[in-house]
């Protein structure tokens, strides 16, 4: 179904379909150009200039607003609108990385019993991690590091191999409490990537964490994912200051 086409049929007509549509594109669009660094932080982001620029009503872009603020890219002031927000502080990162750690070794110690049921599932979205990892260098050696398509793939799956064991852990409220954490994790994805090194690293500690499941050794994923996100912690402290 098009963007512009409408539900019809057992269901009837449902014009929010049409307008869900749109405002997941302007989403798009508004996250690329903060992704490429394109709006300087603290600018205004004015609903109507953008509305006109993309040729839709204020409607979809007010609702992506709304969507992006839970990313933490851009802020609302009272009575004043949206800006783009601050890079993350120095505090903010090892706040993120702390709740960071302490919400997935929960949940793959949680995830780990349960290893026979999502070892397929977590095999698969490596390869898709490894996959979309092979992407980034190749555009990295050409020359088109800033490639948003290829490094918005690459970062969906590193995000979806982590969900497939905050899927297993068994506790709704730590799936929640992920999603929240996960909508942060966007701030800092405007840095964490710098280079091959960067890229390689993440796919070898992925394929750490496979293993440790693959292991059968009941501690062995919890460390593998423990080391994961200190060396991530690293290297996205590196890469801002």
């Known amino acids: 179904m098009s963007e512009t086409e409408q539900s019809t049929g057992l ?28 709006i300087d932080p603290g600018s205004r982001l004015s609903i109507d200039t953008i509305a006109r620029e993309l040729a839709v009503s ?31 502080s120095r505090d903010q990162l090892e706040e993120l990385f702390e709740a960071r750690m302490m919400l997935e070794t929960t949940a793959t110690a949680l995830a780990t019993p349960h290893r026979r049921l999502l070892l397929a599932e977590l095999r698969q979205a490596e390869a898709e991690h490894r996959r979309a990892g092979g992407e980034v260098i190749a555009a990295i050696a050409r020359g088109d590091a800033d490639d ?44 964490v990537l710098r280079g091959v090194d960067d ?14 499941f693959e292991s059968g050794a009941p501690d062995a994923p919890e460390r593998a994912m423990r080391a994961h996100i200190a060396h991530v912690r690293s290297r996205s402290i590196a890469a801002e200051h």
């Open 11 to 38: 269901w009837g007509t449902d014009p929010t379909l049409e307008r869900r549509g749109l405002r997941d594109h302007v989403y798009d669009r508004i996250l690329n150009g903060l992704m490429r660094g394109e």
């Open 58 to 88: 204020p409607t979809p872009v007010r609702e992506a607003m709304v969507q992006l603020e839970r990313t933490g890219l851009v802020t609302r002031e009272a009575h004043k609108g949206y800006r783009v927000a601050p890079p993350l």
């Open 148 to 191: 948003v398509a290829l490094t918005t793939s690459y970062f969906s799956s590193d995000a979806a191999f982590h969900q497939v064991i905050f899927d297993h852990c068994g506790n709704h409220y730590i799936r929640q409490m992920s999603e929240t954490l996960g909508a942060q994790l966007h701030r800092l994805r405007q840095t």
């Open 199 to 212: 890229v390689n690293e993440a796919i070898a500690e992925h394929e750490s964490i496979v293993a440790a």
